[in-house]
């Protein structure tokens, strides 16, 4: 009980932030075509937002890796530098996809999203416990993530005259979003039932379960189309 006004205080900062972020986000993509007439710093504040939306509420792969990420422990640290190393890695590559210096087919790309997503998930049932090599099997598929991120900043475009700090912004608001997607996991019931007995079994297992299933069928479905 000691912890509730603690709690009440974070989840309203929480929503707070998610208002704000979306009701200033909501117009982003029709303000894409007017990159000329604005300045760097409103073009880099608008790909901030532009890489949150792209997580939420428009990337649902992305929401269900980071939530599978946070299932396996509900120690917020721990996954925090998870969705970091995460991050740095789709930089690299979407970087990389933005400068033209590889380029790799959506048709491959998404599927192996799809399967990454299954991998983590199935990780989370089947792993004994968290072990160290796990942030560098999350780096590996935060470079596969990234090209997918490419794919979707491609159709935005990025302005010449500030193209690297729309880059990194861009990428900085997919960050902003990855957390936001913790945060709420966290205070949904990692807060309430991390350290519980059962939170394995009833808890991180069906969630788990469901999520490999989604993700198995975006695979085969992203594989035939």
């Known amino acids: 009980m000691n912890n509730r006004p603690k709690y009440n205080f974070v989840l309203r900062i929480f929503f707070l932030f998610i208002i704000s972020l979306f009701s200033i986000s909501s117009f982003a993509h029709d303000v894409v075509g007017e990159l000329e007439n604005m300045s760097k710093s ?6 901030l937002k532009l890489g949150y939306k792209h997580i939420l509420p428009l990337g649902l792969d992305h929401i269900l890796f980071v939530l599978s990420l946070f299932l396996f422990s509900a ?3 721990k996954v925090l530098w998870q969705s970091l190393a995460f991050t740095v890695a789709h930089s690299v590559t979407l970087g990389l996809a933005a400068y033209n210096v590889i380029t790799i087919s959506p048709k491959i790309v ?7 997503i299954m991998y983590v998930a199935l990780e989370n049932i089947f792993a004994k416990k968290l072990k160290a090599s ?4 999350i780096f590996l598929f935060g470079l596969i993530h990234g090209l997918g991120f490419a794919s979707a900043l491609s159709s935005l475009g990025l302005p010449k005259d500030a193209f690297l700090s729309s880059l990194i912004m861009f990428n900085v608001g997919v960050e902003l979003g990855q957390v936001t997607v913790i945060l709420a996991a966290f205070l949904l019931f990692g807060f309430w039932f991390g350290k519980k007995s059962y939170y394995r079994k009833y808890i991180v297992t069906p969630l ?7 993700a198995l069928y975006w695979a085969i479905e992203r594989t035939l189309l």
């Open 42 to 47: 409103d073009t880099a504040i608008l790909y």
């Open 75 to 77: 120690d917020l640290k």
């Open 110 to 116: 998404e599927p192996l999203i799809a399967l990454s």
């Open 134 to 137: 796990r942030i560098g099997i």
């Open 208 to 214: 788990s379960l469901v999520i490999a299933a989604i």
